[in-house]
């Protein structure tokens, strides 16, 4: 095996406990860097291409680039070392796990009651802002996207799977194409129609002409069934995908 990226020792927080739904795992990752072990089905320059990247990991949906899951469910394990080694052929230690009374806390995720085959479908706890993911027998060192969590406003469409955050007075970030292409502006002053009640964005740069238009209408995502509170379109040079936007009602 590779060697792993260097991870400075820190106290590691809190534990969930085996069958904990939900957990500290849950949010927004970015790859920071990786590791192959012996065997692996991913060349390194198609492991490198990775850093950078993001998973969305929250309630609502399960994102990574060429993977959407609208409907995931987290389940949190706390397993024995001797447990780790038999799923990942690695010792804890062997990867600069923090262990906590003897265990290491794992995240798995389902997707509509099955077990999800994408990066980030299982997840590993280093500490509040650092995790590990494995696929294809790469081990992906993630750090938690703070910046990419505290978004104003976010819509999501599907076919193919797109979202768009906007962060008021500083950013937009489209990602489209199930996260294999993005645009990046800064965020311009939003036009509000009076009538409609609608806000328009429209930012312009060299390389990207980015216009969002969102209305005030109630919209379930297609592939969910989730309601939002408005309907977005989002034209980005001559492509126009369209959605659903906003915090669902019942999770802010």
């Known amino acids: 095996m590779d060697e792993p990226p260097t991870l400075d020792a820190r106290e590691p927080g809190s534990r969930g406990g085996a069958d ?3 957990s500290g795992l849950t949010g927004v990752w970015t790859v920071a860097g990786h590791w192959r072990a012996d065997v692996s089905a991913l060349a390194e320059e198609e492991a490198e291409a990775w850093r950078g990247r993001s998973l969305r990991l929250v309630d609502w949906e399960a994102l ?3 993977n959407r899951c609208a409907q995931p469910a987290y389940r949190t394990e706390s397993l024995s070392a001797e447990a780790f080694v038999s799923r990942f052929d690695s010792w804890p230690a062997d990867l600069i796990l923090p262990v906590t009374d003897g265990r290491v806390e794992v995240m798995t995720v389902t997707c509509d009651g099955s077990d999800w085959v994408a990066p980030g479908a299982t997840m590993i706890r280093v500490d509040a802002d650092r995790a590990l993911t494995v696929w294809d027998g790469v081990f992906f060192a993630l750090d938690r ?3 990419a969590e505290a978004v104003d406003f976010r819509a999501v469409g599907n076919e193919p799977g797109w979202l768009l955050e906007v962060v008021e007075g500083e950013r937009i970030r489209f990602r489209y194409d199930y996260g294999e292409s993005e645009a990046f502006t800064p965020a311009p002053e ?3 129609a009076a009538e409609t009640g ?3 964005y429209h930012a312009v740069t060299e390389a990207v002409d980015l216009r969002v238009e969102i209305l005030p209408e109630s919209c379930l995502d297609d ?3 989730f309601p939002f509170p408005t309907t977005v379109s989002v034209t980005l040079g001559d492509r126009t995908f369209r ?3 906003g915090p669902r009602p019942d999770t802010d």
């Open 145 to 147: 996207d703070h910046q």
């Open 223 to 225: 592939m969910s069934g």
């Open 190 to 192: 939003p036009e509000i």
């Open 20 to 22: 904990e739904v939900g």
């Open 64 to 66: 990574v680039p060429g």
């Open 198 to 200: 609608g806000i328009t």
């Open 243 to 245: 959605g659903c936007g």
